[in-house]
């Protein structure tokens, strides 16, 4: 009983910005690696973001230099700082996790619903 909710989403200009939040509930004992997807209608999902459970971080060329990926483990929250955004067509943004449930069990991998994120001009 894992629950990934993102949230932070909406309708943006081009160059402005948006700060997404996935925030993690339920049975967490603790969460591993964590990381963004984004997947437009139509299109496969692609993997944006990854931030490691000692808060190193990993970036897909088309984000990198403009998101900022980062976590609060007290609050059991990824966030997704994204700056500069470009026009592109709209995209569910999507968090997942790897998270313990308990002591020494075993992890299993956590998808939230997404959040909208749409870029225009």
């Known amino acids: 009983q894992v629950q990934l909710v993102e949230s932070g989403g909406g309708l943006v200009q081009p160059g402005g910005s948006l700060r997404l939040s996935c925030a993690a509930s339920g049975s967490i004992f603790s969460i591993n690696t964590m990381a963004w997807y984004r997947q437009a209608p139509g299109k496969q999902r692609e993997w944006v973001a990854t931030?490691?459970?000692?808060?190193?971080?990993i970036y897909s060329d088309s984000v990198r230099g403009r998101f900022t990926i980062s976590r609060d483990n007290a609050k059991n929250t990824m966030y997704l700082q994204m700056n500069n955004l470009k026009t592109e067509n709209p995209a569910a943004y999507v968090c997942?996790?790897?998270?313990?449930?308990?002591?020494?069990?075993?992890?299993?991998?956590?998808w939230g619903d997404g959040t909208l994120v749409t870029v225009y001009s």
């Open positions: 931030i490691t459970s000692d808060t190193g971080t």
């Open positions: 997942n996790a790897a998270v313990r449930t308990k002591p020494r069990s075993a992890v299993k991998f956590y």
